[in-house]
């Protein structure tokens, strides 16, 4: 491929996934959304709860305030839980904390339990690992952040400076996602040429 033709690649889409869709993963989204306006290779951006206690709200004042407070205007959500279909739709299913990402791999998992229990080319093992491998990676949001294990902590039922820390976090950790990413599709059309 010449530099002057686009990639043909699908766009990466990407889930920010905490407990309840109010605090952290809203705010990885908005994060996430300022910094790739101008990126074709992200697709589908959307964030959401392994918990639905908080379905259809708006997040967190406080989330909302520490955005616009770094000048990411406009945001807007509603909270939901995660649903099986995320693992088909998105290509990064990304936790913010180390309990996040223990339910959506067990969650993963039953996702791929129940589709080899009706078949439907999931039954064989050779076919089976293969559309396994298209569901969605589940991953820690700050294994990118360039500390491994690296959590967001919740800042629910704390003050505000743990929006503070979260949102460093969150643009490090985007940052850090957006150079693996975009640089392992780079390499990935070069060795289309
Ligand atoms: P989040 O924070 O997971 O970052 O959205 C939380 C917000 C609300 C609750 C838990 C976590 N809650 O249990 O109401």
Redesign the pocket.
């Known amino acids: 491929m010449t530099a002057t033709q686009p990639s043909t690649a699908a766009p990466i889409s990407v889930l920010f996934v ?9 705010m990885a989204e908005g994060v996430f959304r300022s910094l790739t306006t101008l990126t074709p290779q992200i697709g589908l951006i959307d964030s959401c ?1 392994t ?1 639905a ?2 379905a259809s709200e708006p997040p ?1 004042a406080r989330t909302m305030t520490t955005l616009e407070d770094n000048e990411i205007m406009g945001y807007t959500h509603g909270a939901r839980k995660v649903r099986v279909d995320d693992f088909e739709k998105f290509d990064y299913v990304l936790a ?1 904390d180390g309990q996040n990402l223990r339910d959506l791999r067990g969650l993963r998992e039953r996702v791929v339990f129940a589709k080899k229990g009706k078949g439907e080319g999931w039954g064989g093992e050779e076919g089976g690992t293969e559309k396994e491998k298209k569901l969605g990676k589940v991953m820690l949001f700050g294994d990118f952040g360039g500390r491994k294990g690296e959590e967001v902590v ?3 039922y704390g003050g505000g400076e743990g929006f503070e820390v979260a949102f460093e976090q969150m643009v490090r950790f985007s940052k850090g996602f957006l150079g693996k990413v975009l640089g392992q599709r780079r390499e990935g059309s070069e060795k289309e040429d």
Do not use: A, K, Q, T
Request: proline share 11%; aromatic share 12%.
């Open positions: 905490c407990l309840g869709n109010i605090c952290r993963s809203p709860g918990g206690y908080h967190d913010m919740d800042p629910y």
